[in-house]
C-alpha cells in the first residue's frame, strides 16, 4: 500500500510540473516506458531540457523543503544510491505546495533544500523563490 501512496505522491508531483510548465508557455514530453534517466522534457524555443522529478519534503525546521538528487535499487538486499549527471539530466524538478522548482543538476548533490525563510544556521541560502519554474525557463529562454 506504502508503494502505492509514494507512486501517485510522485505521479502527482509530475503532473504538477508539467502542469506549471504548460502554464508558463512550453511544450512537455514525455518519454515512452521507464527506461531514460528522466521523467520528462520541456522544449524551450527548440532546446530540450531533460527533468527529472523528486517528491519533496519539508526540512525539520520548517523553513525550506528537501529534495532527495539521487535514485536508488536494491542490490542483495541493499539499498544501492546513484546520483544524476548532466549527461542524463540538465534538471531536477519538484513541487511544493502548487508551485513546480527547476534546479539546476549541477547543484545537486545527495539531497538540495531550498528555503522560503532563513534559519538559524542558513550560510550559502537557496532562497525557492529563485528556482521557481517560470522564472528558470524564462531566463533560459532569454539564451536562445
Not at 505521479?11 to 508539467?18: G, K, P, S, Y
Not at 531514460?36 to 524551450?44: G, L, P, T
Request: charged share 25%; hydrophobic share 40%.
Amino acid at each position: 500500500l506504502k508503494i502505492v501512496k509514494d507512486k501517485a505522491l510522485g505521479d502527482l508531483t509530475e503532473l504538477t510540473v508539467a502542469t506549471e510548465a504548460v502554464k508558463a508557455g512550453y511544450n512537455v514530453l514525455f518519454p515512452f516506458g521507464d527506461r531514460e534517466r528522466y521523467d520528462m522534457a520541456i522544449d524551450v524555443g527548440g532546446c530540450i531540457l531533460r527533468v527529472q522529478v523528486k517528491t519533496c519534503a519539508i526540512n525539520k525546521w520548517g523553513s525550506g523543503f528537501t529534495i532527495d538528487c539521487r535514485t536508488g535499487n536494491h542490490k542483495d538486499g541493499q539499498l544501492v544510491k546513484h546520483h544524476y549527471t548532466s549527461e542524463e539530466v540538465e534538471y531536477m524538478a519538484t513541487a511544493f505546495e502548487g508551485k513546480a522548482y527547476l534546479i539546476p543538476i549541477e547543484e545537486c548533490y545527495a539531497t538540495k533544500t531550498l528555503r522560503f525563510k532563513a534559519s538559524v544556521n542558513c550560510k550559502n541560502v537557496s532562497w525557492a523563490q529563485d528556482y521557481e519554474l517560470s522564472k528558470v525557463l524564462s531566463e533560459v529562454a532569454k539564451t536562445m
